[in-house]
C-alpha cells in the first residue's frame, strides 16, 4: 500500500510540474517576452510528460495512430509531385508543429447514450492529438493565430471522418467539409503544448458526419471549441437507397 501511495504522489508531483512549467512559458509569452531556448526545452518535456499520463491513464485501450509518420514524408495517397498536407507537411517543423502524437480513444455503447431519430445513429470514432506548437503560427506576437486552430481542427474532423466512413462500410467515399464552426474561449499561447480532443457524435442518413472537438491546456482549461459538419460522396448503392427510402418532411403551401 506504501508502494502505491508513493506511486500515485509522484504522478501528481510529475504533473505539478508540467503544469507549473506551461503555466510559466504562457504567462511569458503573453507578456511577449523572448521564450529562451531553455524554455522551449521545458515545452519538450511538457509534451514528454502529458504523452506519458495520457497513456498510463488510459490503462491500454488508446490506439496510437500514424500521425506523426504523416508528418515526416508523402504517403502513397500524397505520391504527387507537388501536392503535400497542409497540416502535417507544410505546417510541420520548428517553430511550427513540433510535435505530435494521436490516439483513437473508445467510445461509449450505444445503450448508454440515449435515443436517436430513425435516420440518425451514434458515431464511433473519437481521437485525441497531443500538438508542441512553435512561435511561428502567430497572430499576434504571443498567441497562436486563430486561423491555424480552425485548420487544425478540421484536420482533425477530417482523420475521424475517414475512420467513421471504414466503419460505415465506405472506404471509396470522398469527405468534404460543409461547415466549420469555431469558437475561441482563451488565447493560445505560442511554445506550449496542448491536447485537442475530438469525436463524431452522429451520422443522419449515413452520409452527414456531425463532430465536435475541444482544445485544453496542461490546467485542463478550455481554449478551443469546434463543431463540423463533413459530407460522404460518392456512397454506394446501399447508402443511396437507405437515403431515397427515407421519408423527408415537406412544408405544405400556405
Given at each position: 500500500r506504501g508502494g502505491c501511495v508513493h506511486e500515485v504522489l509522484a504522478e501528481a508531483a510529475v504533473a505539478a510540474a508540467a503544469t507549473a512549467a506551461a503555466a510559466a512559458l504562457s504567462a511569458r509569452s503573453m507578456l511577449g517576452t523572448a521564450v529562451s531556448a531553455e524554455e522551449k526545452r521545458v515545452a519538450v518535456d511538457d509534451f514528454d510528460a502529458w504523452s506519458a499520463r495520457l497513456e498510463a491513464a488510459a490503462k491500454g485501450r488508446l490506439q496510437e495512430l500514424p500521425c506523426?509518420?504523416?508528418?515526416?514524408?508523402?504517403?502513397?495517397?500524397?505520391?504527387?509531385?507537388?501536392?503535400?498536407?497542409?497540416?502535417?507537411?507544410?505546417?510541420?517543423?520548428?517553430?511550427?508543429?513540433?510535435?505530435?502524437?494521436?490516439?483513437?480513444?473508445?467510445?461509449?455503447?450505444?445503450?448508454?447514450?440515449?435515443?436517436?431519430?430513425?435516420?440518425?445513429?451514434?458515431?464511433?470514432?473519437?481521437?485525441?492529438?497531443?500538438?508542441?506548437?512553435?512561435?511561428?503560427?502567430?497572430?499576434?506576437?504571443?498567441?497562436?493565430?486563430?486561423?491555424?486552430?480552425?485548420?487544425?481542427?478540421?484536420?482533425?474532423?477530417?482523420?475521424?471522418?475517414?475512420?467513421?466512413?471504414?466503419?460505415?462500410?465506405?472506404?471509396?467515399?470522398?469527405?468534404?467539409?460543409?461547415?466549420?464552426?469555431?469558437?475561441?474561449?482563451?488565447?493560445?499561447?505560442?511554445?506550449?503544448?496542448?491536447?485537442?480532443?475530438?469525436?463524431?457524435?452522429?451520422?443522419?442518413?449515413?452520409?452527414?458526419i456531425y463532430l465536435e472537438g475541444s482544445l485544453l491546456n496542461a490546467r485542463n482549461e478550455l481554449l478551443t471549441e469546434s463543431t463540423s459538419l463533413y459530407i460522404l460522396t460518392g456512397l454506394s448503392s446501399v447508402v443511396r437507397n437507405l437515403e431515397a427510402a427515407t421519408p423527408r418532411t415537406t412544408i405544405s403551401p400556405a
Open positions: 506523426a509518420a504523416e508528418a515526416e514524408y508523402p504517403t502513397a495517397a500524397w505520391s504527387h509531385p507537388t501536392s503535400r498536407r497542409f497540416i502535417f507537411h507544410t505546417l510541420f517543423g520548428k517553430g511550427m508543429i513540433e510535435r505530435v502524437k494521436m490516439w483513437r480513444v473508445p467510445t461509449p455503447p450505444d445503450s448508454e447514450r440515449g435515443q436517436l431519430k430513425g435516420d440518425e445513429a451514434w458515431g464511433h470514432t473519437e481521437i485525441h492529438i497531443l500538438m508542441q506548437l512553435g512561435d511561428r503560427l502567430c497572430g499576434h506576437p504571443e498567441f497562436v493565430h486563430g486561423g491555424f486552430l480552425s485548420a487544425i481542427f478540421d484536420e482533425l474532423f477530417g482523420w475521424a471522418t475517414a475512420m467513421e466512413k471504414d466503419m460505415l462500410g465506405e472506404p471509396a467515399a470522398k469527405i468534404f467539409t460543409a461547415n466549420l464552426d469555431v469558437n475561441y474561449r482563451r488565447p493560445v499561447p505560442k511554445c506550449g503544448t496542448y491536447l485537442l480532443k475530438c469525436r463524431v457524435n452522429k451520422v443522419v442518413r449515413g452520409k452527414k
